[in-house]
Antibody, heavy 123, light 106 residues
Framework: QVQLVESGGGVVQPGGSLRLSCTGSGFTFSDYAMHWVRQAPGKGLECVAVVMSAGNVKYYGDSVKGRFTISRDNSKNTLYLQMNSLRAEDTAVYYC????????????????WGRGTLVTVSS | SYDLTQPPSVSVSPGQTATITCSGDKLGDKYCCWYQQKAGQSPVLVIYEDAKRPSGIPERFSGSNSGNTATLTISGAQPMDEADYYCQAWDRTTVVFGGGTTLTVL
């Protein structure tokens, strides 16, 4: 079945860096746009980054522009999120989510989602 | 920036119809999706492209989108439908989520 598994979360000090990974299985990874969506404790959903299927088109949320970088390795079925200059407000569960419709972008929604990985930014 | 507005909470009795709205400027010109998130779980897509249901989503879930408002309708809501619901759209280069609506069925 289609599955997404995130890893790389943890505790990091303000100003530090962390790299998240998401490995997909059960589908042709290179056919789909991929996304990172985060959820701060007790809060709603925020999409931080999008990468289209070929990896050459990327979009970022305003709150992370210039600090976070999304990338993908289609040969390894893996999505990445490099997070630099981390702040306390970046504390959240980070979800990896696949585009819902093959060959399309974020307008068609995200399906499925991984279980998430917790990032805590604290001194 | 583009904003999507949802009511914070909706409450219905079991078997009643639950209606959750999502408002945004000319939202009807964009695709709208809906997600269900139960406590402690990851979000699940329940409606995409305004009115389509992914496989495995019960028929009681339906969606519409026109003008400035998208609507998620749960016909014959069940206690298992208690969850937070989020709408989502794509505006130019930005993914936008609504603030979420907590549905209570009791």
């Amino acid at each position: 079945q289609v599955q997404l598994v995130e890893s790389g979360g943890g505790v990091v000090q303000p100003g530090g860096s962390l790299r998240l990974s998401c490995t997909g299985s059960g589908f042709t990874f290179s056919d789909y746009a991929m996304h990172w969506v985060r959820q701060a404790p007790g809060k709603g959903l925020e999409c931080v980054a999008v990468v289209m299927s070929a990896g050459n088109v990327k979009y970022y949320g305003d709150s992370v522009k210039g600090r976070f970088t999304i990338s993908r390795d289609n040969s390894k079925n893996t999505l990445y999120l490099q997070m630099n200059s981390l702040r306390a407000e970046d504390t959240a569960v980070y979800y990896c989510a696949r585009g819902a419709v093959v060959g399309t972008g974020p307008s068609q929604g995200f399906d499925p989602w991984g279980r998430g990985t917790l990032v805590t930014v604290s001194s | 920036s583009y904003d999507l507005t949802q009511p914070p909470s909706v409450s219905v009795s079991p078997g009643q119809t639950a209606t959750i709205t999502c408002s945004g400027d000319k939202l009807g010109d964009k695709y709208c999706c809906w997600y269900q998130q139960k406590a402690g779980q990851s979000p699940v897509l329940v409606i995409y492209e305004d009115a389509k249901r992914p496989s495995g989503i019960p028929e009681r879930f339906s969606g519409s989108n026109s003008g400035n408002t998208a609507t998620l309708t749960i016909s014959g809501a069940q206690p298992m439908d208690e969850a937070d619901y989020y709408c989502q759209a794509w505006d130019r280069t930005t993914v936008v989520f609504g603030g979420g609506t907590t549905l209570t069925v009791l």
